[in-house]
């Protein structure tokens, strides 16, 4: 059978851009489908813009820091309207830069959204096009509870558009995104109340790091209101009214209300159905009130139907933007670069960026000890203030981890809270994932003085 293309890719985000431009490099004809700016959740409303508000966010507690060092710092106001109009610019920016890599790739980007007709069959429009293969990296959407009044939440794809700067945001959700933009916000200089159903943040990562960032979180300012759900949202002349489940808690009063309880797969619309494609649940527990719905794909990311694949948010696996980048690649590889293999998901690194910031790679202490027992596993860790701030009068504290198995030495996890732990941690990673033992990192010379040194010095 004559096909349109040997490679269909439905959503142009960093999986499919990512297996589009490799497919085309070892000779295959691609196009690629999207009804969005190109580029996908971490370029349009994820990492990137993001990223952006986070270095902005640092600038107020910078200027306070510089007093501390003798400069003198008059006073300091943030354009809201300049500050939001130079991230829609950047993002767009980097939206057309991809369209570019695209046309230079001899990829085909084909405006609108596709859905299946069957399983070598998408239609886009009013137009039918064949494949031979087709590639599902559609992404996430954020996800809502079903609280009376929802629709007055924003998610995090609208809190990049706030047309002015809330004086009071209240956020529901304590996962790294809910996480994340309470510490942004706050940095910002807005009022923050973060509501959490569980009586600690950033469920799934080690215990050292949620206690860390957020005792961090709770000295910044942030008011955090824990065991408690919203039950209900209204409009009142003061702004949005959040009803909360515990009795003795007052409603809290905010002028924006954003949700932040988890993302789905973002299949709606895909009729999935008609080209036999199996849905599963999540491999994990969505960080809200929801679960999530997910494609099934094996190692290869191969679907139900042997010539449908999907990577990237879409599927049960990590969602983290590196990750399916890493998996659109090891596609093309196998289906069209005649070297078969797997992504491993396996000590992937990853950072959460609140304020502190914390970042980690590997097994977290309790999965370890599930793993080899309370006896089977060493930990190392290290508690400290860092040098910049003894001028600065501030009481921020770094936190340094090692998990290492106490039988073969083996360093399986590194965890870190405070400055620069991004950073940091990716550095780390490469030796975590090449195996080094505790006795490796203890005859690695520190580079003095650093915060990075105390990961080779912790005894």
Not at 24 to 51: F, M, N
Not at 92 to 111: C, D, M, N, W, Y
Not at 155 to 178: D, R, V
Request: net charge negative; glycine share 10%.
């Amino acid at each position: 059978m004559t096909f349109d293309y040997d490679l269909f890719v439905i959503g142009a985000g960093s999986g499919g851009l990512a297996a589009s431009k490799r497919a085309a490099s070892y000779g295959a004809k691609v196009a690629i489908a999207e009804h969005d700016l190109v580029g996908g959740t971490c370029v349009i409303r994820g990492c990137v813009p993001k990223k952006l508000m986070v270095y902005a966010s640092h600038f107020p507690s910078l200027f306070s820091d510089a007093a501390g060092y003798g400069w003198k710092v008059g006073d300091a106001q943030l354009d809201w309207e300049h500050f939001i109009t130079s991230i829609d610019k950047e993002v767009k920016r980097l939206s057309q830069l991809h369209i570019s890599f695209l046309e230079k790739a001899g990829v085909t980007l084909i405006p609108g959204r596709a859905s299946f007709v069957d399983p070598h069959t998408v239609e886009v429009g009013d137009r039918k096009i064949t494949a031979d293969k087709i590639l599902i990296a559609v992404g996430g959407k954020p996800l809502k509870p079903d609280v009376p009044g929802i629709e007055y939440a924003i998610t995090s794809n609208e809190i990049f558009l706030l047309k002015e700067q809330p004086k009071h945001i209240a956020i529901i959700g304590a996962g790294y995104i809910g996480t994340e933009f309470a510490a942004i916000m706050r940095g910002l200089g807005c009022q923050v109340t973060q509501i959490n159903r569980q009586n600690q943040i950033l469920a799934g990562f080690d215990e050292d790091i949620r206690t860390g960032i957020q005792e961090g979180m709770s000295n910044h300012g942030i008011r955090m209101i824990n065991n408690t759900l919203v039950t209900a949202v209204e409009s009142v002349p003061e702004g949005l009214k959040l009803s909360l489940s515990e009795e003795n808690q007052e409603p809290v009063i905010a002028d924006v209300f954003l949700a932040a309880t988890g993302r789905v797969p973002n299949v709606d619309g895909l009729s999935l159905e008609n080209a036999g494609i199996e849905i599963v649940a999540s491999a994990e527990e969505g960080h809200g009130y929801g679960t999530a719905k997910a494609i099934a794909v094996n190692e290869y990311s191969q679907t139900s139907q042997p010539n449908i694949f999907a990577v990237g948010d879409v599927t049960d696996r990590l969602n983290l933007t590196p990750v399916a980048i890493g998996e659109g690649r090891a596609f093309a590889d196998s289906e069209f670069g005649n070297n078969r293999r797997e992504f491993s998901h396996h000590n992937v690194p990853t950072a959460i960026f609140s304020n502190p910031e914390a970042a980690t790679v590997g097994l977290t202490e309790a999965e370890a000890k599930a793993k080899l027992g309370d006896d089977g596993v060493t930990i190392f860790r290290t508690r400290f203030r860092p040098m910049y701030y003894s001028l600065t009068g501030a009481q921020e504290k770094t936190m340094m981890k090692l998990v290492v198995d106490a039988k073969t030495d083996q360093v399986l996890g590194a965890h870190m809270v405070g400055d620069y732990a991004a950073e940091i941690i990716q550095g780390i990673a490469i030796a975590v994932k090449m195996g080094a033992t505790k006795k490796d990192f203890d005859a690695t010379v520190g580079i003095h003085p650093s915060a990075a040194e105390e990961f080779v010095t912790m005894r």
